[in-house]
C-alpha cells in the first residue's frame, strides 16, 4: 500500500503562485507514476499533470502548459505542483495519486487540498 498526504492549498489572487506538496510513504518503491488531479465544484475530476518517477518525464495538461510545474524530492519521497500564473479557472480540489509499477490505473489517491484563486 502507499499512503499520500498533499498540503499547500490555501487562498490565492488571481496571478498569484502556490506549491502543492504530496508525501507519499508505504511502499514507495512500486511508484512508476505519480500524479496531480483536480476536481471543480460541479465538474469531472480532471487530469494536471504527471511524473515518472524513475526517469522524471513530465506530461500536462493544456489548461496549465507553462504555468505549472510538476518535480520530486526523492531524499523526502516528495512531489511538488508549482502553480504560477493562477486564475479563477484553477479553483478546485488538488489530489496527488499514485499509479504503480504494472499497473495501469492510479490505485492509490491522497483526500486532497483545497486551491481557492480569487478574482
Known amino acids: 500500500q502507499v499512503q499520500l498526504v498533499e498540503s499547500g492549498g490555501g487562498l490565492v489572487q488571481t496571478g498569484g503562485s502556490l506549491r502543492l506538496s504530496c508525501v507519499a510513504s508505504?511502499?514507495?518503491?512500486?511508484?512508476?507514476?505519480m500524479g496531480w488531479f483536480r476536481q471543480a465544484p460541479g465538474k469531472e475530476r480532471e487530469f494536471v499533470a504527471r511524473?515518472?518517477?524513475?526517469?522524471?518525464?513530465?506530461v500536462y495538461a493544456d489548461s496549465v502548459k507553462g504555468r505549472f510545474a510538476i518535480s520530486r524530492d526523492d531524499a523526502k519521497n516528495t512531489v511538488y505542483l508549482q502553480m504560477n500564473t493562477m486564475n479563477p479557472e484553477d479553483t478546485a480540489i488538488y489530489y496527488c495519486?499514485?499509479?504503480?509499477?504494472?499497473?495501469?490505473?492510479?490505485?492509490?489517491w491522497g483526500r486532497g487540498t483545497q486551491v481557492t484563486v480569487s478574482s
Open positions: 508505504g511502499r514507495t518503491s512500486s511508484i512508476a507514476v
Open positions: 511524473l515518472s518517477w524513475n526517469g522524471g518525464n513530465t
Open positions: 495519486a499514485a499509479r504503480l509499477l504494472l499497473k495501469k490505473e492510479y490505485e492509490h
